[in-house]
């Protein structure tokens, strides 16, 4: 008796807070739960074991990988593959010298604060003392910069994944308090209280009430989420170097990314809950071709009219590099319309490329901190690999993948739709009111459909790797391996990137292969095109 008396208190688990509990009547959980009832009984408790099983496999991945950072010994296998770069640079530059001693005209390429091939000058950032000292020398060998690098790159990384280790417990540890005390019917009921001071109902009103919850959650989700990121941005960055930020440029992001957030996730949402709410049985058809559309729109305007809020976007100037990177785009037939140049240092020294746009007005941004950090053929080489991507098809490939998971999740959601057990599990108990569309949607892609998700993302984390390989063999196919090897190395030491991660974290988390892979590979290449 007693065993059984246990079973009923710890099954099915419930909210503290619930909709009938806050008007005074039993918990649908707590009360009379039907032997087949599934999701009532269950769905508490399995989320909660999903999430900590999760977090345990996850941690123990920071662990190993937290193991690896207190290495004092300098990776063999990278420093024999960089020492061959290394080598081969040295046979270039020798060729060089030969050619000056010739009186041969030659191409001035390098030179820390000289100029490019066009003539065009490398400006200098403005950094001075720590930062100056520890800038890697574009021109030097680069064997013994990595390991001048090694112990500060461990540092940083054991300073992140210190920093996860402790974020994702108390992550981990606010979502799984939140829905035990019953955060969400509880949220969802202030909201309909607001609603009710303007004459809302939920049933008349039930998509601005929707829009109500989403603001509470959203502000809620970003008071209790800032102390993690100043932390991340102002000790961690900060300390390695690459922080740029002030605290009033961090304040004015937020504060235009909440503005955006309403300005585009509100009408986004509404259309969303209209939708489904209009599209009968099949109304995740509608949603897909819905989704789809906003996603291309978007695809178009982050570019143009958002990202440009946050960063300054000037023309690439005249000169040999822009000639170059036309060239290379022609060479490819790479509809290239427009190159900017993007001040990524304004907020971190850490670098990039990208490449958007539709159809035939494709657009190349370059940081500034790439241009500062490798020479042009290196750059050259790096866009090569960018426009491998577009030349074999990855980013037609991602998209599509991106939207039959959209499509597959909703129609997933639409079998579960009317599964008014798992809402009742979750305090939306009160069966004399109708359970929000928003709530709905909400609680199946944080239960139901999180494992999917998680195995799919790891798929598409394999897949990424992939492509990144793909793109690097097109690069090399492009006659820019040791260039594309060279400028990976600059980069990697620039953004203090881990030397010897470990290989179960790596595949696990990391979209792109590490660096000793990634040129083995190219190395492997080149040797069977020679």
């Given at each position: 008796?007693?065993?059984?008396?246990?079973?009923d208190?710890?099954?099915?688990?419930t909210?503290?807070?619930?909709?009938l509990?806050?008007?005074?009547?039993?918990s649908?959980?707590?009360?009379?739960?039907?032997?087949?009832?599934?999701f009532?009984t269950?769905?508490?408790?399995?989320?909660?074991?999903f999430?900590?099983?999760?977090f345990?496999f996850?941690?123990?991945?920071?662990?190993?990988?937290?193991?690896?950072f207190?290495?004092?010994?300098f990776?063999?296998?990278l420093?024999?593959?960089?020492?061959?770069?290394?080598?081969?640079r040295a046979?270039?530059?020798?060729?060089e010298e030969e050619?000056?001693?010739k009186?041969?005209?030659v191409?001035t390429?390098?030179?820390?604060d000289?100029m490019?091939?066009?003539?065009?000058?490398?400006t200098?950032?403005?950094?001075?003392g720590?930062?100056?000292?520890?800038?890697?020398?574009?021109n030097?060998p680069?064997?013994?910069?990595?390991?001048?690098?090694?112990?500060?790159a461990?540092?940083?990384g054991?300073?992140?994944?210190?920093?996860?280790?402790?974020?994702?417990t108390?992550?981990?540890a606010?979502?799984?308090?939140?829905?035990?005390?019953?955060?969400m019917?509880y949220?969802?009921?202030?909201?309909?209280?607001?609603?009710?001071r303007?004459?809302w109902?939920?049933a008349?009103n039930?998509i601005?009430?929707s829009?109500?919850?989403l603001?509470?959650t959203?502000?809620?989700?970003?008071?209790?989420?800032l102390?993690?990121e100043?932390?991340s941005?102002?000790s961690?960055e900060?300390?390695?170097?690459?922080?740029?930020?002030?605290?009033?440029l961090?304040?004015?992001?937020k504060?235009k990314?909440?503005?955006?957030?309403a300005?585009f996730g509100?009408?986004?949402?509404?259309?969303?809950?209209?939708i489904?709410?209009m599209?009968?049985?099949k109304?995740?058809i509608?949603?897909?071709?819905?989704?789809?559309?906003f996603?291309?729109?978007?695809?178009?305007l982050?570019?143009?009219?958002?990202?440009?809020?946050?960063?300054?976007?000037?023309?690439?100037?005249?000169?040999?590099l822009?000639?170059?990177?036309?060239?290379?785009?022609?060479?490819?037939?790479?509809?290239?319309?427009k190159?900017?140049?993007?001040?990524?240092s304004k907020?971190?020294s850490?670098?990039?490329?990208?490449?958007?746009?539709?159809f035939?007005n494709k657009?190349?941004?370059l940081y500034?901190t790439?241009m500062?950090q490798?020479?042009v053929?290196?750059?050259?080489?790096?866009l090569?690999?960018?426009l491998?991507?577009w030349k074999?098809?990855?980013?037609?490939?991602?998209?599509?993948?991106?939207q039959?998971?959209?499509?597959?999740?909703?129609?997933a959601?639409?079998?579960?739709?009317?599964?008014h057990?798992?809402?009742r599990?979750?305090?939306?108990?009160?069966?004399?009111?109708?359970?929000?569309t928003?709530?709905?949607l909400?609680?199946f892609?944080?239960?139901?459909?999180e494992?999917i998700?998680?195995?799919?993302?790891?798929?598409?984390?394999?897949?990424?790797?992939?492509?990144?390989?793909?793109?690097?063999?097109?690069?090399?196919?492009?006659?820019m391996s040791q260039k594309l090897?060279?400028?990976?190395?600059?980069?990697?030491?620039?953004n203090?990137?881990?030397?010897c991660?470990?290989?179960?974290?790596?595949?696990?988390?990391?979209?792109?292969?590490p660096?000793?892979?990634?040129l083995?590979a190219?190395?492997r290449?080149d040797?069977?095109t020679?």
């Open positions: 008796k007693s065993t059984t008396e246990v079973m208190l710890s099954l099915p688990i909210p503290r807070y619930t909709q509990a806050a008007k005074g009547g039993p649908a959980g707590g009360a009379d739960v039907a032997p087949d009832d599934i009532t269950y769905a508490v408790f399995a989320t909660i074991l999430t900590l099983v999760v345990l996850e941690n123990y991945l920071s662990l190993r990988q937290r193991s690896t207190h290495e004092t010994e990776p063999s296998e420093k024999t593959t960089v020492g061959s770069i290394d080598a081969e046979k270039e530059l020798k060729e050619k000056k001693a009186g041969d005209e191409e390429k390098e030179g820390g000289k490019t091939e066009g003539g065009e000058k490398i200098d950032t403005g950094d001075d720590e930062d100056a000292k520890s800038k890697v020398d574009r030097a680069l064997l013994p910069q990595l390991q001048s690098k090694f112990e500060a461990q540092s940083y054991l300073d992140k994944v210190n920093f996860s280790l402790v974020s994702s108390y992550s981990t606010e979502g799984v308090a939140f829905l035990l005390l019953g955060f019917p949220v969802w009921d202030l909201s309909c209280d607001f609603g009710a303007f004459g109902t939920e008349e039930e601005k009430i829009l109500v919850f603001a509470y959203t502000l809620i989700g970003t008071v209790m989420g102390p993690w100043l932390y941005t102002f961690i900060k300390k390695h170097g690459f922080n740029k930020q002030t605290i009033g961090f304040v004015t992001d504060i990314g909440l503005a955006l957030t300005v509100g009408p986004f949402t509404a259309l969303l809950l209209k489904i709410d599209g009968g049985e109304f995740y509608y949603v897909w071709a819905f989704t789809f559309v996603s291309a729109i978007m695809m178009t982050v570019p143009v009219v958002i990202m440009p809020l946050f960063n300054k976007y000037e023309k690439l100037p005249e000169g040999s822009k000639d170059q990177i036309y060239a290379l785009a022609g060479r490819l037939e790479f509809p290239l319309t190159l900017f140049v993007m001040d990524g907020r971190s850490h670098s990039n490329a990208f490449m958007f746009g539709f035939k657009r190349i941004v500034d790439l500062q490798v020479h053929d290196e750059i050259l080489a790096i090569g690999h960018e491998g991507h074999m098809g990855h980013t037609v490939t991602n998209f599509v993948i991106s039959l998971y959209m499509g597959a999740s909703f129609f959601f639409s079998l579960c739709y009317n599964s057990e798992l809402y599990a979750f305090g939306f108990d009160d069966e004399t009111r109708s359970v929000p928003i709530i709905a909400l609680l892609f944080s239960t139901v459909w494992p998700d998680k195995a799919l993302s790891y798929a598409m984390t394999v897949h990424s790797r992939k492509c990144e390989f793909e793109a690097d063999e097109f690069s090399v196919s492009l006659g090897q060279s400028g990976l190395c600059k980069i990697h030491l620039e203090l990137g881990a030397m991660p470990d290989p179960w974290y790596s595949t696990y988390h990391y979209s792109h292969p660096l000793v892979e990634r083995s190219m190395m290449l040797k069977k020679k």
